[in-house]
DNA sequence: TAACTTTGCTTGCAAATTGCAAGTGCAAAT
DNA sequence: ATTTGCACTTGCAATTTGCAAGCAAAGTTA
């Protein structure tokens, strides 16, 4: 996704081109999760991305300004990735991954407790992420 | 998407093993517009899927029960491919993505058109559709 | 201060996937 | 009987992926 070729004006194929392949989601997920991560944290999820495109959808995410790379108070030597608002934007189309894969296959306990408070409140819920995640 | 390896429990990964690539999702796309289509009806999309690529991303769409295949009523020449209920349910993705890309780029007016019908009840408009896909 | 480790990448290369073009086989129309 | 349409398949070059190794800058340890 690193490259800028836009199919169509369709826009689940535009936003395909930006994030639609195996592993962007998943960066983005670890970011919903973490609300920030250093590139080691990516290369622990249990999906083990490879460095090299680790590093290809890191830039081609940032290029696209779904992430940011900060510099870590603690250490030069580290970075920062974190999710724009454009990025947390996203938290809906994971929300609804999830629910789709929980009604058609067995997900972690984590993932239903956290369905369940979705299902009780789900604008609640995002709004709640979201000042989280901006914070 | 064709092989069936899992990379982790994660949803949102498992989610991805089976419809996480640059077409499996405007397959999709076609068949919530169109309700069924044939194998020419996915190649003459704007996006211009490869013939090859498109048979094995239907294939294991069927493989993984997102779609099936239908025999033609008019003739034994054509195909009709059509969604599952599984690949109905895969509708609110489809529609955060839509959402998700208006609030980011210029989007044709057909999708803003509907998108203003989502914004005024989406749980209306969903269960409407499913309705009519069903049908 | 020198050696060692950690961090965030880059590079090289083989293997897999993609994409283009050209078939192929069966059905239907002429 | 011949041509056309439809749903694929095949061959092959080009791109992308994935593994392993390398590397510079920063931080740690002795």
Redesign the pocket.
Known sequence: MN?AKKRSDCPVSSSLDIWG???SLLIIRDLLNAKAC???DFLKSPE?I????L??R?QGLEENKIII?LS?PD?????LYRLTAKGIDLLPIIIEINQWAEKYFPVPEATQALLKKVRKDKPGFIKAMIKELES
Chains 1, 2 share one sequence.
């Open positions: 490259n392949d195996k592993w250093t590139y080691g083990g490879a460095t090299n495109i590093a290809s890191l790379k870590h250490s030069k030597a580290k970075v």
